[in-house]
């Protein structure tokens, strides 16, 4: 987990994006660790948790600047071991952008070395549809494919076009984790069965977990089974 309290050691801000390195564009990196400036139109008024943030021009007006592309790459997470099955990744974001067709808020993961877009603000065609959160937003993303590749860095972006700037990434109490493992938390919901007395049909959906290992159906003729063992493995 990482709140930004101390900094954000191993967090690299540069300038382009992981498909826009620079190539002699005067940009400039706005990413900075701090508490938000009281008053700023796009900025929260205060961290999600403790005092400071990780964003785009969290000081000062609090708005990002216009022509420029700048970017923050988290240091490698290990996800070995983090449960294929359960792993989450978290962060609260607070995000202001302008519409996609103008200005780009993009998050990217990175695999074998290579940069993948992994979510950016909506594509539009009015130009209408800005993003503006009004509070603190939960964002909660499946890694579960990640685990299985081992270690990941993740890198968000920001591009601007020549108007109209808004506040852009504020980030706050990111954290990897994994769901226990619950007893019976994988039945199907919605299992449904004939009443033919000859010929029953039993009808289910798999349980979203992967890799499945195994579905168990169970019979008991004076009530429903409690679990996979308790009466007759069909």
């Not at 202001?96 to 290579?114: F, I, K, N, T």
Request: aromatic share 10%.
């Amino acid at each position: 987990c990482e709140g930004f309290e101390g900094g954000a050691p191993g967090w690299v801000a540069d300038v382009g994006t992981p498909d826009r390195p620079q190539a002699g564009e005067a940009w400039v990196n706005q990413w900075e660790v701090g508490a938000p400036s009281a008053g700023s139109t796009f900025n929260p008024e205060a961290a999600y948790e403790g005092a400071k943030v990780l964003g785009t021009a969290v000081t000062g007006e609090g708005r990002y600047l216009p022509n420029n592309a700048q970017q923050v790459t988290s240091p490698v997470l290990d996800l070995t071991g983090a449960g294929a099955t359960t792993a989450r990744l978290r962060f609260w974001r607070w995000l202001s952008v302008e519409s996609y067709v103008y200005d780009q808020a993009s998050l990217w993961r990175w695999e074998a070395g290579a940069p993948v877009l992994w979510w950016t603000s909506e594509a539009g065609v009015t130009g209408a549809d800005a993003i503006l959160d009004q509070g603190w937003t939960a964002v909660d993303l499946d890694v579960r494919d990640l685990a299985e590749v081992g270690t990941t860095q993740l890198t968000w972006s920001l591009s601007s076009d020549p108007g109209l700037e808004y506040g852009g990434w504020k980030l706050d109490s990111l954290c990897l984790y994994t769901l226990a493992d619950a007893p019976r938390h994988y039945r199907a919901q919605d299992l449904s069965a004939s009443d033919d007395a000859e010929e029953v049909t039993v009808r289910w959906s798999s349980p979203w977990v992967r890799p499945l290992y195994a579905t168990a159906l169970v019979r008991r003729l004076d009530g429903p089974p409690i679990s996979a063992t308790d009466g007759e493995l069909l």
